[in-house]
């Protein structure tokens, strides 16, 4: 099975990221053989931004990135919206990758699920 999920909200201020994440964690822990991919684009792509810290007790949207990764998951981060925020230059979050539409569009094409936040 291909999982696919969509983030389009910034990391913090609604849920919509921490809740992603979490269901991309869960399907790597409910279903070991899915292929699970997180896209982040519009301010979605904040969530790539490493080193942040968080008040003891709050989510921190990096530890679940790493974890989606370290699980096999795959991380890619929309160029277009990237440099129209001003992160051209920014290090991302280690394994996140850039990525455009076409490599989205062939994602959405081939996933079995497809959630968007």
């Not at 003891?56 to 990764?69: D, F, S």
């Amino acid at each position: 099975m291909k999982v696919l999920i969509i983030i389009n909200d910034a990391p913090y201020g609604t849920e919509k990221a921490w809740n992603a994440l979490r269901i991309a964690m869960q399907f790597q822990k409910d279903f070991q053989s899915a292929e699970v991919r997180v896209f982040l684009m519009a301010d979605g792509v904040f969530c790539s931004i490493p080193n942040e810290t968080t008040p003891i007790g709050l989510y921190n949207i990096e530890h679940m990135i790493e974890a989606v990764l370290q699980k096999g998951g795959t991380v890619r981060f929309c160029t277009t919206c990237g440099e129209a925020r001003g992160l051209k230059n920014m290090k991302l979050i280690e394994g996140v990758e850039w990525s455009g539409m076409k490599e989205l569009t062939q994602w959405i094409a081939d996933s079995d699920k497809v959630i968007n936040y």
